[in-house]
């Protein structure tokens, strides 16, 4: 497992930028009401992954997205306008291409959130498509770039298998799965985490849930068991808490196949 260091300077350019990429993300929500908007805004400009997945240029130049537990959509809408952005013209020199998404498929449990993401997308859009499912259940499909933002720990550990798994058979070679998860051999962080995370679900309508964590070194070895190379990154930035972004990725086809 590769671990790299927390690396989040904000040049100048960087910190012009967001203000306008942000205004362009959180737009589609206005058409999904009040809540949606303030919601798409407060996440995307508060929560450093967004930022630092394009910063970083950890997707591919292109490919089918699939994320499991979207919420509202609040990645898609990010990733559409950033690669406006930047096929404007408009994009930080010293950041990575954006993504070209071909397609955007997301499945999400609560129904008030698709609902939502139906407001901001519309129920006919060329590459989004956000519906109902339990990730445990649906069937994936095919995608080159698979994420669970903040969504594993809320079913068991034999579920996670079981998902993760099948996230693997979805991905070609190349492919990357990404995702953020709380390490549970933390300490304080984790339990600041943990403990928020339940007050937060419990708000957002679901009952006070059972949360499913392991720690790092956990994820990592099942991870690589299931056949992903992981680079983890912590993915904290300005909060006490134990999270941790793993990109993990599908062994490219050596050159004999
Ligand atoms: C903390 S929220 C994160 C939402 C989104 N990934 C984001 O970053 O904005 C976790 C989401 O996962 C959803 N979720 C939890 N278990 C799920 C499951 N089994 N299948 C699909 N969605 C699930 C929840 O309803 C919730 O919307």
Same mark, same amino acid.
């Given at each position: 497992?590769? =671990? ?11 910190? %012009? ?12 929500? /206005? ?14 400009? $508060? !929560?450093? #992954?967004? /930022? ?5 240029? #950890?997707?591919?130049?292109?490919? /089918?997205?699939?994320?499991? *537990?979207? *919420? ?15 096929e404007n013209g ?7 291409? @954006? ?11 609560? =129904? ?20 109902? *499912? !339990? ?14 933002? !903040?969504?594993?720990?809320?079913f068991d550990h @034999? ?16 492919? #990357?799965?990404?995702? /953020? ?10 339990? #600041?985490?943990?403990?928020? !995370? %339940? ?17 790092? @070194? ?19 930035? *300005? ?14 086809? $050596?050159?004999?196949?």
């Amino acid at each position: 497992m590769k =671990q790299a260091a927390n690396s989040y300077a904000t040049p100048p350019n960087t910190a %012009r930028f967001l203000p306008t990429l942000l205004d362009e993300a959180s737009r589609p929500f /206005r058409n999904g009401g009040h809540f949606a908007y303030h919601y798409a805004r407060g996440k995307l400009s $508060s !929560d450093c #992954i967004f /930022r630092e997945l394009l910063r970083r240029g #950890i997707f591919p130049a292109e490919g /089918r997205f699939l994320d499991l *537990g979207c *919420g509202q959509g609040s990645l898609f809408a990010w990733l559409l306008a950033a690669r406006k952005l930047y096929e404007n013209g408009h994009w930080p020199s010293d950041w990575a291409a @954006a993504p070209k998404p071909l397609s955007l498929r997301g499945y999400e449990l609560m =129904q008030k959130d698709v609902d939502r993401a139906s407001g901001a997308f519309g129920t006919n859009h060329p590459i989004v498509d956000i519906r109902q *499912g !339990d990730m445990c259940q649906v069937d994936f499909g095919q995608a080159d770039v698979v994420t669970i933002l !903040d969504a594993l720990h809320y079913f068991d550990h @034999a579920g996670q298998t079981d998902v993760l798994k099948r996230i693997h058979a979805a991905l070609p070679p190349g492919g #990357i799965f990404l995702t /953020r998860v709380g390490d549970a051999g933390a300490g304080l962080p984790f339990y #600041i985490c943990n403990w928020v !995370d %339940r007050a937060v679900t419990f708000i957002r309508g679901h009952r006070l849930p059972t949360l499913y964590n392991r720690k790092l @070194a956990d994820w990592v070895e099942l991870l690589e068991s299931i056949g992903f190379t992981i680079d983890a990154q912590p993915m904290n930035e *300005g909060k006490p808490f134990a999270n941790v972004m793993l990109v993990c990725r599908v062994a490219a086809k $050596s050159a004999q196949g």
